[in-house]
Structures are given as C-alpha cells and as structure tokens.
C-alpha cells in the first residue's frame, strides 16, 4: 500500500498519543493538518509560529521517534505556519516553510511617529496642570503568580503568562491575549504578568488599564484636541496591559487609534497583554484588521475550574487568611460552588464572616446554610450539558443522536438549536461548543447560529421551539 501524507501522520499520532497526556494532545497534536508527503519528507500544517515553537521546544524527540518508525532515519518534518505575519526566525530540527497563504498586511499599516519626548508630554493618568511624566503602572501588588493557582483550566494561560513576564515583547506570545468567563481570573493574570515584570526589570514601562478607562481617556483627549499627545503617551509604553477588550465593541474611533498604538508597540518589540471575556473569533463589531493583530500572538483560554483546582484555592485562600477549617467543609464547599472563583472566594469569606460576627464554629451545617444562600442569590450558569439535555428531551431523542453525524432535517434543526443556545447561555468560544456538541468545528456553530436566526424569523412553527426551550432554560 502507498504511503499518503494523512496516513503517515494517522500512524505518528497513534504513537505520539500513547505517549503523553490526552490534555496535552488535544491541544497542540489535533490542530495540526498533513498537507503532503515526498520521498522522506512530511509537510504539516501548524496554525501560527508560536504553535511551532512550542513543538520544537517541548516535543521535538517524540516527533523525531514517531516520524522515524515511519520513514526512517533520515526522516524529515517541515512545518508550513499558516499565519499573517512573523517576526524572528528560528530553525527547526529539519526545514520551516512560510506558507504561500500568508498575506503582507505590514505595508498597510498606518504608523505615526513618536517625535514628542519633551517633559510636556501629557500623561493622562494625572492632574491636569501637574507638570509629571512618571508613569504609574496602575497595577494590583495582591495579584501574583503565587497566589494564581496552576490546574488543567488554566495551564496554558499561566504558563504564557510566566513566558511573556521572563522575557517580555521576546517571545510569539505577542499579543498574548487571555479570554475566559466572569471570574476564572483574567484580570488577576494579567495584573500578576504585569507585577512579575515590573519585578524582573525595574527599568521597563509597565502600564495596566481598563479599555473601559482608555475610551474615556480616548474620548477626554478628542474634546481637549489632545490625541497626537495621547498616541504619543502610550506609544512610550514597553508592556501595555489592556483588560476587557471586548468593551472596545462597536467604538470606531477608540479602535483605530488604539489600531496605531498597537503597530507601534508591536513593531518596536514592545509586550501587549489583552484580557476579553471572548475568543477573537467570537468578537462582534470589532474591526477586522484589529481581530488579525489579536491573532499574532496565542489567544490562551481560562476554563471553569476542576473540583481539585477548586479545593486548592480554597486551601489557598485560607492559608494566606491565616483561618483553618476542617477538610470536610473545604470539600463540601468546592463541590457546591463550580462556577468560577470569585464565588468560590466570597463564599468562603461569608463563611468566616459568619462565624467571626456571631460567634458560631464553623460547622458543616453552617458551610450548608452559607452555601445554600449563595447559591440561590447566584445567577445559575447553564452548562453545555444540560443545554443538550433539554434539546434533546424537548425533541425526544437521546444525546447521542442529538451529536450524530445523522442529516435527517429534524435532527439537524435540534443539533443547531443546542449550538444556538449553547452561544446564547454559556461564555464557551465556539470552537468549545463545537467540540462538546458532536465535534464540530467553530464555523459549524457560526453557521447553526446563523440559520436558527433566520428560521425564527420565517417559520412559526420553529420560532415556537425556540421560545419553549428557551423557557426551559431561563426556569
């Protein structure tokens, strides 16, 4: 039988898997696409240069031994990085090839110069009048790597985090962009990158804001005719941190200057570290041309945390308290409270407040009450799971038949309207949602997204299933 690049690579991943974790594997092994095979050469597929450095840095040898069993010693791997733009160079253990898919996109730029380093520089961070060009960084000493708890939900996130602190604008983490639901602990990382660099290298220019704050400052600047002063301000910047960039939605004017700072400091080797509560690919009314710069880099996602990573920030929480409390309580709190971590904290402070005000001992029977009450005051977060499970029974099939890869129309229609509600009810990317819902890719969901708008406009009959389940899921 002849070799084909797909069954080359099928046979390399066979191995590759039995050899390091499923977490791991899913996340830098399934992305990657074989595109051809010559003589003793496999050409694959990575989707940007961080995603090949990373291989070459953490999985070179076991590439070497798959690739090897199948073609021999003087086997040969070339990465093609399907991306938009690259900076650096550096050799892999055969060949890397740009792809022929990546666009210039640098010769559109729009740059303006920083020419203004006089002491006149206006600094929108303090009183008008006040002649001061120091810079505050803006940043939460009480937010470190330290107390930023590693777990499988955040993996990735923290250890990007620790690269861009080591060697900041260094790294392909360039703009490293941190996304994730309410409270996983966005703003926390990006403070604590911020904290570790200011650490590390006194000297650098750190500053933390809110795109929130930079509109207003964006907006005060337009009125007082400030804005050249304003680019200039944040161009002088060597780690730029900007938290819920999501808000940048729909602001036209705030975009495009922000568009220029951006270049600026990306081209200058500056570090710009960016926090949304979406996926890029999930982001409405944000230009195109500022989604493609958000891709440069890695977009890291902070995932609800697992009931061990739970226990350990309670056990955290506590030991910087200085409060002990039984293992049993602990316990019983971190399977109660999953939603994200800001809960998981407050209902632990309630619990100690509690017991502290009223003289109580902290008893499972409190940890009840306390829980049960915050829980109720909680708004309850809808899982993906439980979404496939009212479609489903609203439908009357089971789950599986819900994920086949079946087309028959009705089955379809429940399969997109899970994808529907799934984007409506959780905070999970649609990449995420795909996966859970059949493996399907992110453009699937965009496009069950899609026809479920546009059916409800024109068909009664399906408008009526999408107001029932969404009844049964607003209960």
Known sequence: ????????????????????????????????????????????????????????????????????????????????????????????????????????????????????????????????????????????????????????????????????????GGTSFNPLLIFGGVGLGKTHLAHAIGVDIKDKYPEKTVLYISAEKFTQQYID??????????IHFYQIIDVLIIDDVQFLSGKSGTQDVFFHIFNHLHQNGKQVVLTSDKAPVDMQDIEQRLLSRFKWGLSA???????????????????????????????????NIKTNVRELEGAIISLIAQSSFNKKEITLDLARIIVEKFVKNTKREVSIDYIQKVVSDYFQMDIDTLQSKTRKRHIVQARQLAMFFAKKFTKASLASIGSQIGKRDHATVLHACKTVDNLSSTDKQFRKYVEDITKKLSV
């Open 1 to 168: 039988m002849s070799l084909t690049a797909e069954s080359v690579w099928n046979n390399c991943l066979e191995f590759i898997k039995d050899n390091i974790q499923p977490q791991a594997y899913k996340t830098w092994f399934e992305p990657i696409i074989a595109v051809k095979l010559t003589e003793n050469a496999l050409s694959i597929q990575v989707p940007s240069k961080f995603f090949y450095e990373w291989l070459e840095e953490h999985y070179v040898k076991i590439l070497k031994v798959a690739l090897t069993k199948e073609l021999g010693k003087n086997a040969k791997l070339v990465y093609i990085i399907k991306m938009e733009n690259t900076y650096g160079n550096k050799q892999p253990f055969t060949e890397k090839i740009p792809s022929s898919n990546r666009t210039a996109v640098k010769s559109q730029d729009v740059d303006i110069p920083l020419n203004n380093k006089s002491p006149e520089l206006r600094n929108p961070f303090v009183i008008p009048g006040i002649r001061n060009v120091k810079i505050e960084s803006q940043l939460n000493p009480n937010y470190s790597f330290d107390n930023f708890l590693e777990g499988d939900s955040n993996r990735l996130a923290r250890s990007a985090g620790l690269a861009v602190a080591n060697k900041p």
């Open 301 to 335: 996602e902070l995932q609800t945390p697992d009931f061990e990573t739970r226990v350990s920030i309670l056990k955290n929480k506590l030991y910087r308290d200085g409060v002990e409390m039984p293992e049993e309580i602990i316990d019983y709190v971190a399977k």
């Open 221 to 230: 600047a337009i009125k007082k005719n400030n804005r050249n002063d304003f």
